[in-house]
């Protein structure tokens, strides 16, 4: 790093942190920067910042929104007897790429994983069934990676949920085990979805 000045050594610093940017990229990023104009500069930090103070999870599906209810929630054209459980807003945003879903969701917001010290009340579980008791619900699709952990989750999912009532569905067909929703491509997940199964 010495040869870079202190200012922008730290700024490679700080982009080297973010996910996919290795040194390389790191100074590519800085030296595009530094030679673009301050306000570009300036608007790129307020746009930062502006993010962080203003982005928060929507109150009823946890996915990521600016107003009390994400775009989702809140749009009537979205069939109300659906609902889509997912472990992250990545998984939820791979979901909504591919199409073919037309309900809501619910963000769990992890998977149920011991060796990592992840129990169900650490995820939003209690919220998920409270929307299933209150809501007019018909079906509950699992949307959890096909992996140990998202296996786990789904069926442990699955015992709280078909007493309550609901249809519980898993996606699975097409995917990958042990793969990540986040990487299929979109007819994959289309597919999925559409070949889900009774659990
Ligand atoms: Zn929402």
Do not use: W
């Amino acid at each position: 790093m010495r040869a870079y000045p202190t200012p922008l050594a730290r700024l490679m610093e700080e982009l080297e942190k973010m996910p996919g940017v290795g040194p390389k990229s790191a100074q590519r990023l800085a030296l595009y920067l530094l030679e673009a104009s301050r306000d570009d500069c300036q608007a790129l930090a307020n746009a930062i910042v502006e993010m962080k103070d203003r982005i928060h999870p929507c109150t009823l599906c946890f996915n990521f929104t600016d107003d009390e209810l994400c775009p989702i929630c809140a749009d009537p054209q979205r069939d109300g007897s659906a609902l889509c459980v997912v472990s992250d807003v990545r998984d939820l945003l791979a979901m909504e790429r591919a199409g073919g879903f037309r309900g809501r969701y619910h963000v769990l917001g992890g998977l149920i994983s011991p060796m990592d010290g992840v129990g169900p009340d650490t995820l939003r579980v209690r919220e998920l069934l409270e929307r299933v008791r209150t809501g007019a619900l018909k079906e509950v699709v699992l949307a959890t990676n096909p992996t140990v952990e998202g296996d786990a989750t789904a069926l442990y999912l699955a015992g709280l949920l078909k007493p309550l009532g609901v249809r519980v569905t898993r996606i699975a067909l097409g995917l990958p085990v042990g793969g990540d929703l986040d990487y299929a491509d979109d007819v994959t997940i289309a597919r999925a979805m559409s070949g889900r199964t009774e659990l």
